[in-house]
């Protein structure tokens, strides 16, 4: 499905508007890696949008400038102007904020799986399915760390196996958070930080929670 640009956050569209620019002005200047660094992280930031238009589900704002955000900072922030080498916090700062949102995602869809049913599964089991989620996320990512390093020659992972065990241990640390915001949800304790993604994205998306919303009316 096309994207619709009319929904898109300012700030969306000045992100998009700066990596075509960069790209651009890259491939000029004849800096081919910078050029496909720009535009990798503009084709991943249009991913969320098209796949939750391919599903019909309807994004809160602050998830899709959240993940454009992440991948700015990471793929784009990181290697092309080497954040990594400058900053030391840089990649644990990435990892744990990313985790925590693969932690609060893997919720909803494990959620979204017993049609919102509060009732249909222990909380401490889906709570342990969306750390499962949240830690897979974390090794497909460092998976795609090696493949970047082995194909086009970058150094995502930087010193190696150190970098990725330090990586998949803040994982856990972040994913733990997520899930555990979304065990918090399910106990009737609906408010805090964490909480906020969480009622947003089922607000916007009802017709996948009947159960849990009809439940909670009586």
């Known amino acids: 499905m096309p994207l619709n640009l009319k929904n898109q956050s300012p700030l969306m569209l000045t992100l998009w508007g700066l990596l075509l620019a960069v790209s651009l002005i890259a491939l000029l200047l004849g800096r081919y890696s910078t050029a496909f660094v720009a535009l990798a992280t503009f084709g991943l930031s249009l991913a969320p949008d098209l796949l939750a238009s391919r599903f019909k589900i309807a994004l809160p704002v602050p998830f899709v400038v959240a993940i454009t955000m992440f991948l700015f900072a990471t793929v784009f922030l990181g290697e092309a102007f080497d954040f990594y080498e400058r900053f030391w916090w840089w990649d644990i700062a990435l990892h744990a904020s990313s985790a925590v949102g693969f932690g609060l995602t893997g919720f909803l869809f494990a959620f979204m799986l017993f049609e919102g049913d509060r009732f249909a599964a222990p909380h401490w089991a889906l709570a342990l399915i969306a750390f499962s989620i949240a830690m897979t996320t974390g090794a ?6 090696f493949g970047m390093d082995s194909v086009f020659g970058l150094n995502m992972q930087k010193t190696g196996l150190d970098d990725t065990m330090g990586d ?51």
């Open 140 to 145: 497909l990512w460092e998976v795609f760390e």
């Open 168 to 218: 998949l241990i803040v994982d856990a640390i972040g994913g733990a958070l997520g899930s555990l915001a979304g065990y918090l949800y399910l106990a009737g304790s609906d408010r805090g930080l964490l909480a906020q993604p969480i009622r947003q994205f089922i607000a916007l998306n009802h017709r996948l929670y009947l159960k849990s919303r009809d439940k909670l009316r009586k």
